[in-house]
């Protein structure tokens, strides 16, 4: 994306190291950008989104179908509010829904595989790589193992 003027950014995670990941890039990627985040009410997430826009999903999403179909709903119902120009997300579970509605809906989806994943993509990354705008890995054998992958380095 380019400029930051007028363009609206949906981060998506779940809470943890996934949400540690995405935050970290906050400053010096999105500073500019009016986003809102997506993730589980949960202490980590509470504490650093506390000046931001954010809405909570239902967890676990693990394998969960129930709370898959409950955050679809949610989805639907957040990004015809907010009008992302663009749905970013470390996963987990939570991040399917989504990307794949926020790119149905006119979004760039960006996925960002977890910097744990050095060998294989994780069960988001499955579901989400055909449809993505941009699918980025921070490993190089992984990039070397999937022609959509892009390596640029690691969030840390």
């Known amino acids: 994306m380019s400029s930051g003027e007028n363009k609206k950014i949906m981060l998506v995670c779940s809470s943890g190291g996934h949400l540690l990941q995405?935050?970290?890039?906050?400053?010096?990627?999105?500073?500019?950008?009016?986003?809102?985040?997506?993730?589980?009410?949960?202490?980590?997430?509470?504490s650093l989104l506390k000046q931001e826009k954010i809405y909570w999903g239902h967890y676990p999403t693990n394998r969960n179908l129930k709370?898959?179909?409950?955050?679809?709903?949610?989805?639907?119902?957040?990004?015809?509010?907010?009008?992302?120009?663009?749905?970013i997300s470390t996963g987990a579970g939570i991040a399917v829904p989504f990307l794949v509605l926020g790119k149905l809906l006119g979004a760039k989806s960006?996925?960002?595989?977890?910097?744990?994943?050095?060998?294989?993509?994780?069960?988001?990354?499955?579901?989400?790589?055909?449809?993505?705008?941009?699918?980025?890995?921070?490993?190089?054998?992984?990039?070397?193992?999937?022609?959509?992958?892009?390596?640029?380095?690691?969030i840390y």
């Open 22 to 46: 995405l935050w970290s890039l906050s400053k010096p990627l999105w500073q500019n950008y009016d986003r809102v985040w997506v993730s589980f009410k949960k202490s980590d997430a509470e």
């Open 110 to 154: 960006i996925y960002i595989e977890s910097f744990a994943r050095k060998s294989n993509i994780s069960l988001t990354g499955r579901l989400v790589y055909y449809f993505v705008d941009n699918f980025f890995v921070q490993s190089e054998q992984l990039a070397e193992r999937y022609n959509k992958a892009v390596y640029k380095g690691t």
């Open 67 to 87: 709370n898959l179909a409950r955050n679809l709903v949610l989805a639907w119902k957040i990004l015809r509010v907010e009008r992302p120009d663009c749905v």
